[in-house]
């Protein structure tokens, strides 16, 4: 257990508990290792998971998530490195994916397809995946590869990004992300009484290589200014949630519909400052009150989940917590992580930030302890 004391000029000292605490001149490797991995591990192995970052603007949440080249990459490219590492270790080994898990149908005409001029590793991956081989295509009808030599099933990581501001929701691998209608579709899934949701109208896109996770992430960025344009607020980045979300599908050899056996998002969340009023400004007002919502409704899935109670749908969720409900039920892995600068001018808006994550793990400690765990 490590703990963190915070203090500053006209501030009581407190005292916050945490189960992990990195400094800023930590390495991202230190981090990813001790704190998502193990997520990354169990996303691989079925489970479903969210990584969260929450903190106020310019703390570090999208250094974290993406970072720089080399050895200062993010969590996400090293996330989608370990995912193909482990696939093909599995198969290697002759082990076998817990297929118990699978939620749902693909259909393949609206999916993209792998084509390739090569054959296929032993793990049903081809092997242009782990070469970066240039001759990778992908297509999005139903045509699908025939070029695998004995394998039953091939796995693929599919990705989508969205963005969240004021409950709408922008699908930011499409070219009209701000006039397309996505739309948050729930039921129950039979087997385990949860509520399962499901996007009606997102697009996904197959990640192939760290390359191809590049150059997708880089379209989404470029439609994000987009988007901020059209809606003239040249601080959406500031103001809304950032959604990656990686899926984990399979396909039989012959083709035919893709099956989701996980999935893992990576959430950005708004700069935690915007909960604060700012400005009496229309669009400040309604900002706020979107953010305001987010975290109440996020806060209270994640103490739920925790508790092992069975996820259900609240008539006042926000599109944040109806977007992550998959990944925020009782048997998912949550990793909730604070974002805060040690510089003085940061510190109004960084304590706020650590005192809500640490309330909510504090709860969830408490909570368990009367339970007998």
Do not use: W
Request: aromatic fraction near 8%.
């Amino acid at each position: 257990m490590n703990r963190q004391t915070c203090a500053n000029n006209g501030y009581e000292a407190s005292l916050f508990e945490f189960d992990h605490v990195f400094s800023e001149a930590q390495r991202q490797d230190k981090f990813y290792s001790q704190s998502v991995k193990p997520l990354v591990q169990s996303f691989v192995e079925g489970e479903n998971g969210s990584v969260i970052f929450f903190g106020p603007s310019q703390s570090g949440k999208t250094y974290s998530l993406h970072g720089k080249a080399g050895k200062e990459r993010g969590i996400v490219p090293r996330a989608i490195e370990d995912v193909l590492t482990i696939v093909k270790n599995t198969y290697e080994h002759g082990e076998n994916l817990n297929s118990s898990s699978i939620i749902e149908d693909f259909g393949t005409d609206t999916q993209p397809i792998l084509s390739v001029n090569a054959g296929a590793s032993k793990f049903g991956i081809p092997r242009n995946i782990l070469t970066n081989n240039s001759q990778i295509q992908v297509y999005g009808n139903n045509e699908a590869a025939k070029d695998y030599d004995g394998v039953s099933d091939r796995i693929f990581i599919k990705m989508s990004v969205y963005l969240i501001y004021c409950d709408r929701i922008f699908d930011l691998l499409s070219a009209k992300s701000s006039k397309k209608n996505v739309k948050l579709e729930h039921y129950i899934d039979q087997a385990t009484s949860q509520v399962v949701t499901k996007f009606s109208n997102m697009t996904e896109k197959l990640v192939l290589s760290l390359e191809q996770y590049y150059a997708v992430i880089q379209d989404a960025f470029r439609e994000r200014k987009t988007v901020s344009m059209r809606l003239t607020d040249h601080e959406i980045r500031k103001r809304s949630h950032l959604v990656i979300s990686l899926g984990l599908v399979t396909q039989s050899k012959e083709g035919g519909p893709m099956r989701e056996i996980s999935r893992l998002n990576f959430a950005e969340l708004c700069g935690s400052e915007q909960s604060v009023a700012q400005g009496g400004q229309a669009r400040d007002t309604t900002v706020r009150q979107f953010v305001t919502k987010s975290f109440n409704c996020l806060s209270t899935q994640i103490l739920k989940s925790s508790l092992g109670k069975r996820t259900q749908l609240e008539e006042g969720d926000s599109s944040l917590v109806a977007a992550l409900k998959n990944t925020l039920t009782s048997k998912s892995n949550v990793l909730l992580v604070a974002c805060a600068s040690s510089a003085p001018q940061f510190f109004d808006h960084a304590l706020p930030a650590i005192k809500f994550c640490a309330r909510i793990r504090d709860t969830i400690v408490r909570k368990l302890q009367k339970l007998g765990f």
